[in-house]
């Protein structure tokens, strides 16, 4: 490239910004491009010859059994969406816009539903609620007939919609607190009120947030494989495509082939949902702090509220009571609650748990301090810069949702077993921090959709107002921009955080010693015996435990930073 | 504003403090570290792991857990490098791939007392790579809350377990999902002939309530009593019941025996302290362990069975268990993928259309039970014709040509294959659901003239 082209590809004022975009995306190919392009690229493979061909795309076209999966997904991904919105809309507008006794515990258990730990929830599931479950030996105990809640394509719904629902209910909590109040404030008293005000003046404004939160769901439940599986329901994309990888000793290229057409389709997603925001401006110049304070209610509105919020919470909540009594039962058999209870499991897990907890910890932590990183650099690049194929960093990153986690697992021994660190005799693949990485990659979308969505609120002339006062473009964003960006952030950083600690299908693929293991991989451990299942459920406990807490005090935080922020802006009205 | 920069840092410093305080955990492999790859629960390892080490106090043991399918890959792709220096798992085919891609090392054991079969199956590898230390068979497993509370008879043979009173009720695992369920779809196949194997096999699935992902899944779900009885691997069964859960296992006539194995991996780093992890498995101490009530398989040292509780299986002497059938490997192996593809087209993946078929076909001939309708009950007999049929026979199931379709390994670029698995699951896919269509159609005709 010459260098005329070059100053046409960067704006000379970008530079700086530039640097960052290519450092992302030379991050972003080595540990997600190429890595999962090691894999993948079988989809593109003659399986006879070798040669390069599109005649497995034909035969995915043409085999009606992956139709019926393409439909089967698509379906059950829209109806888990609306599902979703209904469970999480009134869990956020409630505690965002009235004086709401506990709005931050609240909050917080609505983000444990996100915390299922690999097997045991399932297992925990299944005693609520499967066909011999609690729920349907009492409901056939008093009337005689059962609720088939996790049959087929509608308990997929079922479980997923109540699983993923807090993206929805972050992100969109997030954005209602990042409304101007003032908006309100003006439509109340020009006479809108109660659900007028909320269809035209709050939910439109608070669409990039509720738009984000409603894609990650749509495109988390097309390509999870975790509850169809837990459901042994086969005919859905994901599944189909880790059942075909994932079988002894043959590499069928269809399972590549769907997670091709699963990457294509997300991206596809990824892009109405951007057109669904485009040409309209979310970006409010006073953050929501400032004018109207939260409202209160009447004695009856708020029992009204409490009951919706504590029926949602009971549903939403009750797989977890499930794991908390299959951790302190004894047997648990075809009966509505275990035989009896016992402090065994825990005793058994509390010399081993030790390390399995730091090392999620550090893990999950180190691997949401990236994601928001990342996030907010992508986000930045793509909305405050003209650099060219910006979009495309956004995509590249959102398209590691849809790698299945074993082929980004398989992609990362075959790309850097054969690095050796400096100084040791241990390979690159084999060093914690690369699990690290691989827990970055696979949850960065969800941070990366936080992080943009927060900075489509922030106002482009608060920077441009800093700017002109002297400011340099450093400086204006850490002080101007990420703190408006705040709540979006610690929204990204608590998904990235909460769903990495429970995250086993790359992680499987990359412990090589049992000291590096994470929760997940110690639950996994112990859930492949029958003695193992209380124990596993023990340990599952602490890590819904862990997140919960780590949670509760990132709302606490959030909830000072804008306390303080708002007695200072008041302050400088004065 | 202040706050979120200090909030930042701290978080920064929370993080690194974490990682600093642990120490750099990958440099533990010191000296003397045995590395083994395992899919084997910790209930059993820990346990050996803890007489091993107890008995060589210089060597440390690593055990690294993966399930049998992710094993393979581990090492397969880290073989360029190799760390590790056991492969530790159940099913012989498992060890088979491995053994094929150059990846395991032979051993000879200097620990004698082993007979060369158990059951109808030979102990150890022919060529000497792998050697069995425990033995498994298939069976059935039932919870006994639930067969009480739903009113079902105990299954006794594979056979009873095609009635109708046993439907929705029964789950297994899928063969290409487990190598040892895949053992015993093929023993079925071997014992009652391809035909006849498949159609007892297929009326046995349209009764399933579900196929498990996992294999541990099946008894997983019947400790649960999620459904209540589960085709298992002996050492599930007899270990959920020493765990305390309400069930029962036993063995049907048609099963066989097969070993749970230990391998060296090629370029072991340790090579000579596997050897010897290897000796004390086959030892009568290290048989012994076998009988632990958590762990619960059977030894292959025969004189092991003198210390086992009464009741435990012992095939050496019950010449009835596993012995039934002939076992042909070369068979197995050759047709392996394809078994286990026919399978998921015909069964797994098509669940839902088999059940109804087959619930269609059971009301009929409980409204034809008594009755003389010969019209009725020849529409009966096709639809089970229906179900049953098979889109390929015996015959092509072992044509050399035809099964490499589904070995996508080529060995060298100048083998050629003709036909692509995609292409073939939908020929037999449109065939397997046309069938069960319109057997459900037939036999929703005949109930409609009973």
Not at chain 1, 382 to 389: A, E, P
Not at chain 2, 149 to 155: L, T
Request: glycine share 8%; proline share 5%; aromatic share 12%.
């Amino acid at each position: 490239m010459t260098t005329i082209t070059w100053s046409r590809v960067i704006p000379r004022t970008q530079w700086r910004t530039t640097l960052v975009a290519l450092a992302i995306a030379l991050f972003l190919a080595t540990f997600l491009l190429v890595p999962v392009a090691k894999v993948i690229f079988v989809a593109f493979q003659d399986p006879n010859s070798g040669a390069f061909t599109l005649i497995n795309f034909k035969d995915f076209f043409t085999t009606s059994l992956f139709q019926e999966s393409f439909w089967n997904s698509f379906y059950v991904a829209s109806i888990s969406v609306i599902v979703a919105t209904i469970i999480a809309l009134p869990l956020a507008y409630f505690t965002t816009r009235f004086n709401f006794g506990g709005a931050i515990l609240i909050q917080t258990l609505g983000i444990v539903p996100l915390i299922m730990p690999p097997f045991v929830g399932a297992v925990a599931m299944l005693l609520l609620f499967g066909e011999n479950g609690s729920f349907n030996l009492l409901m056939d105990e008093w009337f005689g007939f059962t609720i088939p809640l996790m049959d087929g394509l509608n308990g997929v719904i079922f479980v997923q919609s109540i699983h993923y629902f807090p993206f929805i209910l972050i992100n969109l909590s997030a954005s209602l607190n990042n409304i101007d109040r003032s908006m309100e404030e003006a439509a109340l008293s020009l006479g809108a009120s109660g659900m007028r005000l909320f269809r035209r003046i709050v939910f439109p404004l608070s669409m990039p947030g509720y738009v984000a939160g409603a894609s990650l769901v749509f495109l988390k439940v097309f390509d999870d494989l975790g509850t169809p599986l837990l459901l042994n329901v086969n005919n859905m994309l994901a599944p189909q495509a880790y059942l075909r990888i994932s079988s002894i000793g043959i590499s069928d290229p269809m399972g590549y082939v769907i997670s091709v057409i699963l990457v294509v389709f997300s991206l596809f997603t990824m892009w109405i949902s951007f057109l669904a925001l485009r040409k309209k401006d979310y970006a409010t110049v006073q953050k929501g702090g400032g004018g109207l304070m939260k409202r209160d209610l009447k004695f009856w509105e708020k029992l009204g509220c409490y009951s919706i919020v504590l029926l949602i919470l009971a549903v939403v909540l009750s797989p977890h009571l499930g794991l908390a009594l299959l951790s302190f039962g004894t047997i648990w058999s075809y009966s509505v609650l275990p035989d009896g209870y016992t402090f065994d499991h825990y005793i058994e897990i509390f010399n081993s748990a030790g390390p399995f907890i730091s090392n999620t910890l550090l893990y999950a932590g180190l691997a949401g301090l990236i994601d928001v990183i990342l996030g907010i650099a992508i986000a930045y690049v793509v909305l405050r810069t003209g650099i060219r194929g910006r979009k495309w960093l956004d995509q590249l990153a959102m398209a590691s949702l849809a790698v299945p986690g074993v082929v980004l697992g398989i992609g990362y021994l075959r790309s850097f077993h054969q690095t050796e660190l400096p100084f040791t005799d241990t390979s690159l693949a084999s060093f914690w921090l690369i699990i690290v990485i691989a827990l970055s990659i696979r949850r960065l979308p969800y941070a990366l959709r936080a992080c943009v969505a927060a900075l489509q609120q922030v106002s482009e002339s608060l920077e441009e107002a800093a700017e002109n006062l002297g400011a340099s473009k450093w400086h204006s964003v850490r002080r101007i921009v990420i703190p408006l960006m705040t709540g979006g952030i610690l929204a990204g950083f608590i998904t990235s955080f909460a769903t990495a600690a429970v995250e086993l299908s790359a992680t499987i693929m990359l412990v090589s010693a049992e000291a590096d293991a994470p929760l997940a991989y110690g639950i996994y451990v112990f859930m492949q015996s029958a003695a193992g299942r209380g124990p596993g459920a023990a340990l599952g406990m602490f890590a819904v435990v862990i997140v919960a807490l780590g949670t509760y005090f990132s709302h606490r935080i959030i909830e000072r930073t804008r306390h303080e922020y708002v007695t200072q802006t008041e302050g400088d009205f004065k | 504003m202040r706050f979120h920069s200090t909030y930042s840092r701290s978080l920064l410093g929370v993080a690194l403090a974490i990682g600093l305080t642990l120490p750099s955990l990958s440099l533990l492999a010191a000296e003397g570290t045995l590395t083994i790859v395992t899919s084997f629960p910790s209930d059993l390892t820990k346990v050996f792991k803890a007489a091993f080490e107890k008995k060589n106090p210089d060597v440390k043991l690593e055990i690294l857990k993966k399930k049998t399918t992710a094993g393979i890959k581990y090492i397969q792709e880290t073989a360029s490098n190799n760390k590790n220096d056991l492969f530790w798992a159940s099913a012989p085919d498992a060890f088979e791939v491995l053994k094929d891609d150059g990846l395991l090392q032979k051993y000879s054991s200097s620990v004698e007392g082993i007979p060369d079969n158990v059951g109808a199956f030979p102990i150890n590898d022919p060529e000497g790579f792998y050697k069995g230390f425990a033995a498994a068979g298939y069976g059935i497993m039932w919870n006994t809350r639930y067969t009480k509370a739903k009113r079902i008879p105990i299954p006794k043979e594979w056979d009873d377990l095609r009635k109708a009173v046993y439907h929705g009720h029964v789950g297994m695992s899928a063969p290409s999902r487990s190598g040892t369920t895949h053992l015993t779809v093929e023993t079925i196949l071997q014992g009652e002939g391809w035909d006849k194997g498949w159609q007892l096999m297929k009326e046995i699935s349209g009764n399933f309530k579900t196929v498990t992902e996992r294999s541990f899944g099946v008894p997983d779900g019947v400790n649960s009593g999620n459904f209540g009885i589960g085709i298992v691997i002996d050492f599930f069964g007899l270990s959920s019941k020493g765990s305390g859960f309400p069930v029962e296992f036993r063995y049907p006539t048609v099963t066989t025996l097969v070993p749970a194995n230990i391998a060296i991996v090629k370029d072991a780093p340790n090579a000579s302290a596997a050897g010897e992890f290897i000796d004390f498995l086959l030892s009568p101490e290290g048989q012994e362990l076998l009988l632990d009530p958590k762990i619960r398989r059977l030894p292959v040292n025969p004189s092991t069975y003198a210390k086992a509780p009464d009741g435990f299986p012992n095939p050496f002497k019950d010449s009835s268990i596993g012995a039934a059938v002939k076992f042909d490997l070369a068979r197995s192996k050759n047709r392996y993928n394809l078994v286990n593809a026919l399978f998921d087209v015909m069964i797994t993946y098509r669940l839902d259309d088999l059940r109804a078929a087959t619930k269609a076909i059971q009301d009929a001939e409980a409204a034809l039970a008594g009755k003389s309708n010969p019209e009725a009950s020849s529409m009966i007999a096709e639809a089970r014709q229906l179900i049953a049929a098979v889109p390929i026979d015996e015959t092509k199931s072992l044509d050399k040509d035809f099964t490499a379709i589904f070995k996508k390994k080529r060995k060298k670029a100048t083998d050629k294959v003709t036909g692509r698995q995609a292409e073939v699951e939908q020929e037999w896919d449109d065939f397997v659901v046309k069938n069960y269509a319109r057997a459900k159609q037939i036999a929703e005709a005949a109930m409609a003239k009973l």
